[in-house]
């Protein structure tokens, strides 16, 4: 047994890092629940917040519950009885609750226990919200239930702790209080933030603001506690986006103080052979970003730049011509993409745009070329496009200067920094086609900087949009086909069933079947990530000629799949599909001049579900629809944002906090131009550790 567990052990209560098995009240099962949920110490559990209060501190008549309330009630509880409904497994206790004016009814689900708790005839303080009930009288939802007299009466305001898989909000409510004179005792929890930071941005020090969201004053208002904007919860949301916000500031100080080892050369000539390779005029964005990133090149330091830029905007090229630079420079490129279907799409238009002056190679998973590798390796391959295969460790570039990512979203942090170290210091350029707003991109990246394609191509008509029940499919063929007979080409998409590829390539082959016959004289063929590369790349090309009209296809087209004369989408059990992913699917058509459309054929739907498909038909805007779909899921659902190495936080949230995000930037930069001094000692000693942390995963992976 070690000290501490004796300390604990001999009551002379916990210490903030006593191990949560410890805690009275909590045994070895809750610890595990709480270990599972991140909650390790003592001192974690402190920071499981509540999520509400009740005030407990006025009483109401009961026949006055006449509106949502919150409401306190005094009354005895009549007619109590149990009722199962026809969902399985489903309990409601309803009772009336009845003091001097009336009664007031009151229903709780799944809390059958109520029932044998309750005492007949004993008086009890009801507290919750009310919603309408048949004849127009009001109901109490789940009020927590107190006996009168029992024990201490509840005064003031009441933390409601939100529950935890395995772990209900009394148990919370049992421990938390237990925990808090640990606040007090000076070292336990210190502060890590600078007095002065804190009396500059008017928050209180850690343990206060815990103190006072675990243990509110009386008097205090629980709607302003609850706030984003209350200081002590402000305290904490500013926190964790300081912390980030230096630990980023500090990898990148140490993985870029040095200037990059190579140099571009930006001449008439470099210009003659970009404008060489340009199959069309730029739109005005398009010269815009190419300048902001030739700019970065000509510096010191290496470039990390997001360019941003709806579906369809042009991205590829605005690379395609960097690359030209860097390699018009003696130098070498790289061209990353999540799919191998669409490295093979990238390899096979720069090579059309690009092949004729330069040497290009590709490399994926289902493509083992030592050639090319080689090549690569000596400097006679300028241009390496592929998946994620050019990180494997046998892959070395000679002069790797430049490198690009596609879609970034879809790769994680560790994989970009993995590209990055194939070169020494080279620029990088990440792309994504689906817009993460700025804040979101400041805090998975800290300092980049940020390039927007916010004009489209000229010639472009809006993809209309319909969104039918999957009854109407027959119709919707019949549509099909007849337009087609017209000219065009149509993309099937069936969504990915869960489970293994195979699974869903079977799939789409059977339902994509019935399609195929319907559709019989044009001619159509199946693509999914099981098929060979050469045949996939086969489909492909015969998609991108136009012998294949009709393309019944998975997810695999989703992301960056280019052929601009496919103007119909039918999109499948649409409902299946995140807004992000639709807006995807959809940008594969209204690529050309000629109109669009995309359907989108749903089955059964959940309010959710008809509601972001509502959002999905109304706008095509995809920064519009990211807000949407932030709203609809909470931030770390978004856009796969949770792949791409997006930090979760526990009390900040990257949109609703912006003004703080802003805030922490600017302090971060305050304080690492003096992060030697005493004052900043506490902080350093805890952020230093985790850069190194970063650092060593980083090296080992
Ligand atoms: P995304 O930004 O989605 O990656 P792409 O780079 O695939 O978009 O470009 C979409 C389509 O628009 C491609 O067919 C591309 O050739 C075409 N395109 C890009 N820029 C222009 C332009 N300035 N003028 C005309 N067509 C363009
Ligand atoms: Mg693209």
């Not at 790289?334 to 799409?345: D, G, H, I």
């Not at 590709?362 to 000596?378: E, M, V």
């Not at 044009?522 to 009709?550: C, D, I, K, Q, Y």
């Amino acid at each position: 047994m070690t000290a501490r567990e004796d300390g604990a052990a001999a009551g002379s209560g916990p210490n903030a890092d006593t191990p949560v098995r410890f805690v009275r009240g909590i045994g070895p099962q809750r610890a595990a629940a709480l270990a599972a949920a991140g909650l390790a110490t003592a001192g974690d559990l402190l920071f499981h917040l509540p999520s509400r209060y009740d005030d407990w501190r006025s009483e109401q008549p009961a026949a006055a519950v006449r509106s949502e309330g919150p409401w306190t009630v005094r009354g005895e509880l009549r007619d109590l009885r149990v009722v199962r409904t026809r969902r399985r497994g489903l309990a409601l206790v309803r009772a009336v609750a009845c003091d001097a004016s009336g009664g007031v009814p009151a229903i709780w689900f799944n809390q059958p226990y109520l029932a044998n708790r309750v005492v007949p005839g004993t008086v009890y303080r009801l507290h919750g919200a009310a919603r309408p009930s048949e004849g127009g009288r009001w109901e109490l939802v789940n009020p927590s239930l107190r006996p009168v007299g029992e024990g201490e009466p509840p005064r003031g305001l009441v933390p409601v702790y939100p529950p935890l898989k395995g772990i209900g909000p009394a148990t919370f409510a049992r421990v938390l209080p237990t925990l808090l004179p640990l606040l007090d005792r000076a070292g336990e929890l210190p502060e890590p933030l600078p007095p002065s930071l804190l009396a500059r941005r008017g928050l209180p020090p850690l343990p206060d603001a815990l103190r006072s969201l675990h243990r509110p004053p009386d008097g205090a208002d629980p709607l302003r506690l609850l706030a984003r904007e209350s200081p002590p919860r402000a305290r904490l949301a500013y926190g964790e986006l300081l912390e980030l916000q230096l630990e980023l500031a500090l990898l990148r100080r140490r993985g870029a103080e040095e200037p990059k080892p190579h140099r571009y050369r930006i001449d008439d000539a470099v210009r003659a052979a970009a404008r060489a390779a340009l199959p069309f005029r730029l739109t005005g964005a398009q010269k815009q970003v190419l300048r902001e990133i030739v700019d970065d090149l000509t510096r010191p330091w290496a470039m990390l730049r997001l360019l941003q830029g709806d579906v369809g905007s042009g991205k590829t090229i605005v690379a395609a011509l960097a690359l030209v630079v860097a390699v018009e420079s003696g130098l070498q490129g790289a061209f990353m993409a999540p799919t191998e279907l669409l490295a093979e799409q990238h390899f096979g238009n720069l090579s059309r745009l690009l092949g004729g002056r330069y040497r290009l190679a590709l490399l994926s998973s289902s493509r083992r070329d030592p050639a090319a590798r080689a090549a690569l390796a000596s400097g006679e391959v300028q241009i390496a496009v592929g998946t994620h295969a050019l990180l494997q460790e046998r892959v070395d570039f000679r002069n790797l200067a430049l490198a690009v990512i596609d879609e970034q979203h879809r790769f994680g942090v560790e994989q970009r920094l993995a590209l990055q170290r194939k070169g020494t210091r080279p620029d990088l350029l990440v792309m994504t086609a689906t817009p993460i707003p700025r804040s979101l991109a400041l805090t998975a990246y800290g300092d980049l900087e940020i390039s927007c394609l916010d004009e489209l191509p000229p010639g472009r008509t809006p993809v209309e949009t319909e969104v039918l029940p999957a009854s109407e499919r027959r119709r919707v063929y019949r549509r099909l086909r007849d337009e087609l007979a017209h000219g065009g080409q149509a993309y099937l998409v069936f969504p990915l069933i869960e489970g293994s590829e195979s699974v869903s390539a079977e799939a789409v082959e059977a339902l994509g079947r019935e399609a195929r016959e319907y559709l019989a004289p044009l001619p159509s063929a199946v693509l999914h990530g099981r098929l060979a590369a050469e045949e996939r790349e086969r489909v492909m090309r015969e998609f991108a000629t136009g012998r294949v009209r009709v393309l019944v296809a998975t997810t695999v087209i989703e992301v960056g799949v280019d052929v601009p004369e496919a103007t119909w989408m039918v999109i499948e059990s649409a409902e299946r599909f995140g807004l992000a992913q639709l807006h995807q699917l959809r940008g594969r058509v209204g690529r050309g001049r000629g109109r669009s459309r995309c359907v989108a054929l749903h089955g059964r739907l959940t309010e959710a579900g008809r509601r972001r498909l509502a959002i999905f038909a109304a706008s095509q805007d995809g920064f519009r629809l990211a807000e949407a779909d932030l709203e609809l899921r909470g931030p770390g659902d978004v856009l796969g944002l949770r792949q791409s190495g997006l930090p979760s936080f526990r009390f900040a949230h990257p949109l609703l906090d912006q003004a703080w995000l802003e805030r922490a930037r600017a302090d971060a930069a305050e304080l690492l131009s003096r992060w030697q001094e005493p004052e900043l000692a506490p902080l350093r000693a805890r952020i230093e550790p985790r850069v190194t942390t970063r650092i060593g995963r980083l090296a080992g992976g």
